[in-house]
């Protein structure tokens, strides 16, 4: 069966610190892979996605980037983070055929101060 | 692209009574239609979804329905408990099919 995983589970970063925050992906080949933020009580902000080994799409202009540098492993950087930055990170994955059902990672918690 | 637009935002009911969540889509080219139920502090789970091509869609307590022509779809709870107390998330499959466009939640409170 499928399982994702998100590291770190949760995570305090001074303003201006660099970010890194990991997604993998076990028992599935060619997964679509998916970064949202969600601020405090809002909804679901769809960040990046990724269909493939190297390909990024960006949904929001931010101080947010993503790699893909293997086919089960999707990264979420920053260089400087700001306040605004601070949120729940979901990475989610769903199979590389339209119509295939989506599913979540357990989220990592940024706070910024 | 692809907006979602879902209501209401908060919706509280009495253990026993049916909730109905409503969520309209912009792109006619849409279809897929998952909903999630989010606990706090935890992943979005997905509960029910439904393709263009089938109407209505039940699973025990919880049924969606789909409006192709009017770009509208909805989540049915019947006999609502306290553990159905969540955010819940409609979202629609944008044009490629590579990605969900989400409604911005519905904080549904269940009261025994």
């Known amino acids: 069966s499928q399982t994702i995983h998100q590291w770190p589970a949760t995570l305090v970063q001074p303003v201006g610190s660099p970010l890194s925050l990991e997604c993998t992906v076990e028992?599935?080949?060619?997964?679509?892979l998916y970064w949202y933020r969600q601020a405090a009580g809002r909804g679901l902000q769809l960040l990046f996605y990724?269909?493939?080994?190297?390909?990024i799409s960006s949904e929001v202009p931010q101080n947010l980037s993503a790699s893909r540098p293997q086919d089960r492993q999707f990264i979420l950087s920053s260089k400087k983070l700001l306040l605004s930055d601070s949120g729940f990170y979901l990475c989610?994955?769903?199979?590389?055929?339209?119509?295939?059902?989506?599913?979540f990672g357990p989220g990592t918690r940024l706070t910024v101060l | 692209g692809e907006n979602v637009e879902q209501h209401p935002s908060t919706l509280s009911v009495q253990e026993g009574d049916s909730a109905v969540i409503k969520c309209t889509y912009s792109?006619?080219?849409?279809?897929?239609f998952p909903w999630y139920k989010q606990e706090l502090g935890k992943r979005p789970q997905l509960i029910i979804d439904?393709?263009?091509?089938?109407g209505e869609k039940k699973d025990q307590r919880i049924a969606v329905t789909l409006n192709k022509t009017a770009k509208h779809f909805s989540l049915h709870i019947t006999e609502t408990q306290p553990e159905d107390s969540a955010v819940y998330f409609c979202?629609?499959?944008?044009?490629?099919?590579?990605?969900?466009?989400f409604g911005k939640g519905t904080t549904l409170s269940v009261s025994s």
């Open positions: 990724s269909v493939g080994i190297g390909q």
């Open positions: 028992g599935t080949s060619n997964p679509n």
């Open positions: 979202a629609a499959a944008n044009q490629a099919g590579t990605a969900l466009i």
């Open positions: 439904i393709r263009s091509n089938v």
């Open positions: 792109d006619s080219a849409s279809n897929y």
């Open positions: 989610a994955w769903k199979g590389d055929r339209v119509h295939n059902e989506q599913f």
